[in-house]
């Protein structure tokens, strides 16, 4: 058995890759339907198919990990994290990229939920006592950092193979899709070498996990509807999902009509996002000392975060509507994003708080799904809204919804001192 220490190091060393690899095609995601002639409303579209494959897959993913193993899990996962960006790379017209949703869907889904409850289940069985927030904390920073930093790499790659035609099969702004698919690789044989688990039952093979996958998800959903606690922290991250959606989707086109080009919008929104994720992972990596102010109530501390966050789009939304220019609405953008970093691992302590290893990875998958539903709700309600009226209704309607979120995170926290945690039944396997 590893020592909680030693679970620690591989859980940010692992999380660094997986997150790596996504932050080289962040910058240039939706640049790459943009220079293949995809227009608003389609790209709107191919998300919804992205948000709504994983909203079918999450529950059932997350349940196979609880019985499959975390580990064989995220290896699938790790399959089409590679395939993606691949496929993304070599995209020409609408279908291709839809069978890069596909791909990515399935990824997303699988991965989802299984490293996070590995970590926390072998923290726990080296230490039933040890705290988690440090370690989630930190998690979310590494993520952050990786992404950021890989971020800036992808935005700074287009420009550095200005020679490739802009409409052959790779393009400079398919340069950083290919680094991804390469760094998705490494981190593949990591997720193969370091996420070693106790071995399951020798019964329990694929077949009899699948079939015991409707029982694990009915256990999960009861536990999360019956707990008022993670009723609300649900609640929660479906308004991030929508929130975080018209933040992927909007800034980059915003950007780039401001700054007069795709590829000039690239650069520029790579080092936008490096900025953001970096403070993000400072304002993560913060939320343990935050806590210290009011130490019985870290949701509090979450809650004031997100209606910070909030502000922040409500000023992204004046500079679409023409009040301020391009720096207002980065360092608006940048904001969104720092204030709002110590609240996703304070969210995700208490929702972990709240179940056992028997359902973790189910539960989690529940919180994932919410935040798809919310992403779903803004790739098809928010980029048609944007198209039809401008940005500036998008950013608003992002704006109300992480209002709501606030609401929901101090009846979370005061919940959360007063209910009691809700008794799990045995898991249909074990």
Sequence with gaps: MITASQAQRRYLVLTALRWSATGLILPVQ????????????????????????????????????????????????SVFLVATPLVAAFAQVWWHFAVAAVTSALGRALGSGPVQAWYVDTVRAADPTAPLRRGISLGWAIECVGLGGAAIVGGLL?????GLSGDGLITPISVPALAAAGVATVSLAAHAVLMTEPARPASIDLRAAVRAVPTQITHGVRLAAGDPVIRLL??????FGL??????????????????????????????????FLGTAAGAASAPTLCRIRPAAPLSVAAVCTGLSTVALGVIALTAAGIGGFGLAAVAYLGAYVLSGPSGPLAEEALHERVSARERATVVSVASLALQL?????????????????????????????????VVTLSADRLSRNAPRVLTGASPLR
């Design 158 to 162: 287009p420009p550095l193979f200005g």
């Design 243 to 276: 929130a975080i959606n018209t933040l992927e989707t909007l800034s980059p086109l915003q950007f780039a009509d401001l700054l007069g080009g795709a590829e000039r919008g690239a650069a520029a929104y790579g080092l936008l996002a490096a900025g953001a």
């Design 30 to 77: 939706v640049l790459l339907y943009s220079v293949r002639g995809i227009d608003l409303p389609t790209i709107g579209l191919l998300m919804a198919l992205y948000s709504g494959l994983v909203v079918v897959l999450e529950l059932p993913t997350g349940s196979l990990a609880d019985q499959l193993g975390r580990r064989r899990t995220m290896l699938m996962a």
């Design 234 to 239: 649900v609640v929660r991250t479906a308004a």
């Design 374 to 406: 919310g992403g779903l709700v803004g790739a098809l309600a928010i980029s048609r809204l944007a198209a039809s009226a401008g940005y500036a209704y998008g950013w608003l309607a992002a704006a109300l919804a992480l209002a709501g979120a606030v």
